[in-house]
């Protein structure tokens, strides 16, 4: 195995001029959303008012059987800045839903009430600091044996491929350690950043504000992709290409100039996210060393542009189902205390509550012709939400069998609030109830149907 050393003798050898520079652990850049983000769609859900109510009462998702948290009641902590406060105050705050979180924010928040006891002058940000040098060693061991397992996947790579591959794997390793890194600039990736900052800021400001933050966008478009270099080319041709991609990297170069302008001038001055990114966009324009932590996602999306060369299919599947893999801030509390290292309070808050937010899912996807109306509406979290994705309800099942437990005890719920006059407060017709059992029967696996009981209901 001539790569695996690679893991063994750089990764866990963690830069030890580093270990007290929380600059090194700053946001990593995302490339596009993956099913896997927690994201809520309660926006698309035309038509759900009742049910978005009904969350007011108590009502577990269909899929984590875990009460869901209002966002209602998180965007009175945002607007009390109940996160930016002291870690004292926010335990005090969250009490009420701790036995709501998903796991890892679970025991994040955990830490957090211990924490408190000893210093509760403390914020969420000092929490994570003092958390991050040794949970960043932690993920590193935990990432390992998955990068491992791919390399030894990819060593069965056609040479081409394996010369793309082994370059990747020389910047994970560096990303990893926290060393500078020479990433190229990508058009897209920078549009997308930034249309989440503008997302972003779009919940707190209206008017004069937001308009520079539209403006910016329409500069982004401006600014000119990559072109792919054409391979076996003359030696003229090879230099006019040169001279072609001087000119779109003074151009793109140009016009961040104008975008920092334009902000600097306003009050995205002071937005951190896009300072962040514009340093950034600027070090990968000019081909400049930058400290870029590992991600996840765009390691992801970089082995499948390898991985969709490749003739054996297999392989590629093999590979990439592997990577899917490494840890998520999900499922690994060090991966979730890394992601937020070095992010402000309030978002780190906000990333405790936000996966266990009430979100309204299609229970025939959307995207499959599936109604926008009450009958095709059920209560989840935002996580969960995502995390389903375009599969189908039988698939669901079959993936996660729990789910059958999780809807009766939606229905058990439902069948409560309905007897006790909660429906009529809400506009809700005691028939969602009838109409949610038979159509998740009829959408359930027919090896193992969803029967749902409803005995109680009045």
């Known amino acids: 195995m001539r790569i695996l050393p ?86 005090k705050a969250l009490m009420p839903y701790e036995d709501r979180l998903l796991s890892v924010e ?53 040479d081409e491929q394996l010369r793309q591959f082994d370059a990747l794997i020389d910047t994970v390793c560096k990303r990893i350690n926290h060393e500078p890194v020479v990433l190229p600039y990508d058009g897209r990736e920078f549009r997308y950043k930034l249309h989440q900052i503008a997302n972003e800021y779009s919940k707190k400001h209206k008017g004069v504000e937001f308009n520079v933050m539209l403006k910016l966008m329409r500069l982004a478009k401006k600014m000119p992709d990559p072109v792919e270099p054409t391979i076996n080319i003359s030696k003229a041709k090879r ?6 991609e001087k000119t779109l990297t003074r151009k793109r170069a140009e016009l961040l100039t104008k975008m920092e302008i334009m902000a600097a001038e306003s009050v995205l001055r002071n937005n951190a996210d896009l300072m962040r990114l514009f340093t950034q966009t600027r070090a990968k324009i000019y081909g400049t060393p930058i400290i870029i932590p590992f991600n996840r996602k765009s390691f992801i999306e970089d082995i499948k542009i390898i991985t969709d060369t490749l003739e054996n299919t297999k392989l590629a599947h093999r590979i990439n189902k592997a990577a899917i893999k490494l840890p998520t801030s999900h499922e690994s509390l060090s991966a979730f205390i890394m992601k937020h290292a070095e992010l402000s309070s309030e978002k780190i808050g906000n990333s405790i509550v936000k996966s266990s937010s009430g979100s309204i899912d299609h229970l025939v996807p959307y995207s499959k012709k599936g109604r926008n109306c009450i009958e095709n509406y059920a209560i989840t979290t935002a996580y969960f939400n995502s995390e389903r994705g375009h599969r189908t309800i039988a698939e669901q099942l079959r993936i996660h069998p729990e789910t059958y437990n999780y809807c009766q005890k939606y229905v058990d719920r439902l069948i409560e609030l309905c007897n006790n006059g909660i429906f009529k407060k809400v506009q809700l017709t005691p028939s969602y109830i009838t109409s949610f059992c038979k159509l998740m029967l009829k959408l359930s696996p027919k090896e193992k149907p969803l029967i749902l009981h409803i005995d109680k209901l009045k």
């Open 6 to 91: 690679i893991f063994t003798n750089q990764l866990l050898g963690i830069n030890k001029n580093n270990q007290y520079d929380y600059s090194q652990y700053r946001e990593p850049v995302l490339t596009q959303p993956l099913q896997v983000d927690a994201v809520s769609f309660q926006g698309a859900a035309k038509h759900a008012e009742p049910l978005r109510a009904l969350m007011s009462y108590g009502i577990p998702g269909i899929y984590s059987g875990k009460y869901v948290i209002p966002q209602e009641t998180i965007d009175a902590m945002n607007k009390k800045h109940t996160f930016a406060k002291t870690i004292r105050h926010i335990v």
């Open 106 to 158: 679970g025991q994040f928040f955990s830490i957090v009430k211990n924490m408190a006891k000893v210093n509760p002058q403390y914020h969420l940000e000092d929490v994570i600091r003092v958390l991050a040098p040794e949970q960043n060693k932690k993920l590193i061991k935990e990432q390992i044996p998955v990068l491992e397992e791919i390399s030894e996947l990819a060593s069965q790579m056609p």
């Open 239 to 244: 230099v006019k290409q040169s001279r072609s």
